[in-house]
């Protein structure tokens, strides 16, 4: 039996990979970063830190959500208040153009370049799909940000649909390591989720694919996560951490302790050196107005601002000024399509 | 009807008075879900800014 490496020694070895060569951890050295002492873990997010930094540069993405369709969901993600299959309080309701186009709007005069659409359903219907190509084109025409949606599972002939309409990015999160997903989600598998991921990546949009960290999940299953999303090569990973909602299954799960939240970033952000890594729900819950800082000097390097899509936030000023006095710059506007 | 005033925990939708810990600690990171005065499940919009609730019976709120 071996010996195991001491932590300096990992860290010192790890630098050399990742910040001086850009070469992601693997599922094993990320598992050895999350089980990294307390005593290591300012060290680990600055490693983190000077990675993000060193691949990615100093600017932070920030992207305001919005649910489209609200409840009603036929599946059963065990975390989501916005299941049918739960006795949730979230009420079914729908968006409409003029308010979409309104959120639009004050999404963008927070600095925000990324504006994605969200609806809760297993895959999108016809009058879905109708009701996106209205919102998209409703949104070019009257602001100037990048359009995202996140509409669960596609056929090919959505996906092209979306291309189309010059949706440049679209999220569907694996959530989970797939090896814990059945104890999450049962009416899908981890499988068909990949399968729009890889149709996505096939019409040219650009992948957005994370998950919900404190689901249960144990540390080796967060590092074969970060080891499968690292497989996948996903434009940007939102990292969301649970926020236990009352009547779905998880409701009565602990919130995740901090210290576990922000080594976990900074584990991803090693696993995963160029990739836009964005603060989702649940930090303030997490981790609070300090951790949220912790994890921006720890490898993040993109925000979702303000309310989330059934949750509230932290005030979007509240954010931009925390960007402001880290000195780090708001990512101007590129439009990809 | 007479609204004399809140009856019901916007958070779980039971009667207000009494403990609501938990309610009050979800509050500051969830939107009202049912109506104050008749205990209704609200329709609730979240925006990036703002949200805003709606009682069939007693209208909108917003914050």
Same mark, same amino acid.
């Given at each position: 039996?071996?010996?195991?490496e001491?932590?300096?020694?990992?860290l010192?070895?790890?630098?050399?990979?990742v910040?001086?060569?850009?070469?992601?951890?693997?599922?094993?050295?990320?598992?050895?970063?999350?089980?990294?002492?307390?005593?290591?873990?300012?060290?680990?997010?600055?490693?983190?830190?000077?990675?993000?930094?060193?691949?990615?540069?100093?600017?932070v993405?920030?992207?305001?959500?919005?649910?489209?369709?609200?409840?009603?969901?036929?599946?059963?993600?065990?975390?989501?208040?916005?299941?049918?299959?739960?006795?949730?309080?979230?009420?079914?309701v729908?968006?409409?153009?003029?308010?979409?186009?309104?959120?639009?709007?004050?999404?963008?005069?927070?600095?925000?370049?990324?504006?994605?659409?969200?609806?809760?359903?297993? /895959?999108?219907?016809?009058?879905?799909?109708?009701?996106?190509?209205q919102?998209?084109?409703?949104?070019?025409?009257?602001?100037?940000?990048?359009?995202?949606?996140?509409?669960?599972m596609?056929?090919?002939?959505?996906?092209?649909?979306?291309?189309?309409?010059?949706?440049?990015?679209?999220?569907?999160?694996l959530?989970?390591?797939?090896?814990?997903?059945?104890?999450?989600?049962?009416?899908?598998?981890?499988?068909?989720?990949?399968?729009t991921?890889?149709?996505?990546?096939?019409?040219?949009?650009?992948?957005?694919?994370?998950?919900?960290l404190?689901?249960?999940?144990?540390?080796?299953?967060?590092?074969?996560?970060?080891?499968?999303?690292?497989?996948?090569?996903?434009a940007?990973?939102?990292?969301?951490?649970?926020?236990?909602?009352?009547?779905?299954?998880?409701?009565?799960?602990?919130?995740?302790? /901090?210290?576990?939240?922000?080594?976990?970033?900074?584990?991803?952000?090693?696993?995963?050196?160029?990739t836009?890594?964005?603060?989702?729900?649940g930090?303030e819950?997490?981790?609070?107005?300090?951790?949220?800082?912790q994890?921006?000097? /720890?490898?993040?390097?993109?925000?979702?601002? /303000?309310?989330?899509?059934?949750?509230?936030?932290?005030?979007?000023?509240?954010?931009?000024?925390?960007?402001?006095?880290?000195?780090?710059?708001?990512?101007?506007l590129?439009?990809?399509? | 009807?007479?609204?004399?005033?809140?009856?019901?925990?916007?958070?779980c939708?039971?009667?207000?008075?009494g403990?609501?810990?938990?309610?009050a600690?979800?509050?500051?990171?969830s939107?009202?879900?049912?109506?104050?005065?008749?205990?209704?499940?609200?329709?609730?919009?979240?925006?990036?800014?703002?949200?805003?609730?709606?009682?069939?019976?007693?209208?909108?709120?917003?914050?």
């Amino acid at each position: 039996m071996s010996t195991p490496e001491p932590a300096e020694a990992f860290l010192a070895r790890i630098r050399e990979q990742v910040l001086e060569q850009g070469q992601g951890l693997d599922q094993a050295d990320t598992l050895t970063a999350l089980e990294l002492d307390d005593a290591w873990l300012d060290d680990l997010l600055a490693l983190a830190h000077d990675v993000r930094m060193r691949w990615c540069g100093p600017t932070v993405e920030v992207e305001g959500i919005i649910s489209l369709k609200t409840g009603g969901c036929p599946e059963d993600c065990h975390f989501c208040s916005q299941s049918g299959q739960f006795a949730s309080p979230v009420r079914a309701v729908w968006l409409d153009i003029p308010s979409l186009v309104a959120a639009a709007q004050e999404t963008a005069r927070t600095g925000a370049t990324e504006f994605c659409i969200v609806a809760a359903v297993r /895959g999108p219907d016809e009058r879905l799909m109708e009701q996106v190509a209205q919102g998209v084109r409703a949104i070019n025409d009257a602001v100037d940000i990048n359009v995202s949606c996140s509409l669960g599972m596609l056929t090919p002939e959505q996906a092209g649909v979306l291309a189309a309409l010059g949706v440049h990015r679209y999220n569907h999160n694996l959530e989970t390591a797939r090896s814990y997903f059945d104890q999450v989600v049962t009416t899908h598998t981890w499988e068909e989720r990949w399968e729009t991921l890889r149709l996505v990546a096939s019409e040219g949009m650009e992948v957005c694919c994370g998950g919900i960290l404190g689901l249960g999940e144990t540390l080796a299953q967060r590092a074969e996560f970060a080891a499968q999303l690292a497989e996948l090569d996903p434009a940007e990973v939102p990292l969301n951490f649970l926020n236990p909602r009352p009547g779905t299954p998880f409701g009565d799960l602990p919130v995740m302790d /901090g210290k576990d939240a922000l080594r976990t970033i900074a584990a991803f952000r090693l696993a995963l050196p160029r990739t836009l890594l964005r603060f989702a729900g649940g930090r303030e819950l997490t981790l609070g107005d300090l951790g949220a800082q912790q994890g921006m000097l /720890g490898g993040i390097n993109a925000v979702i601002v /303000g309310n989330y899509l059934t949750t509230l936030g932290r005030p979007a000023t509240a954010d931009i000024g925390m960007l402001q006095e880290l000195n780090m710059p708001i990512k101007a506007l590129t439009k990809t399509l | 009807m007479q609204i004399d005033g809140v009856q019901f925990c916007s958070q779980c939708g039971k009667a207000a008075s009494g403990l609501h810990e938990q309610c009050a600690a979800n509050a500051t990171l969830s939107p009202p879900r049912f109506c104050a005065y008749c205990g209704r499940r609200m329709k609730v919009q979240v925006s990036p800014l703002s949200w805003l609730a709606i009682c069939s019976e007693h209208g909108e709120s917003q914050g």
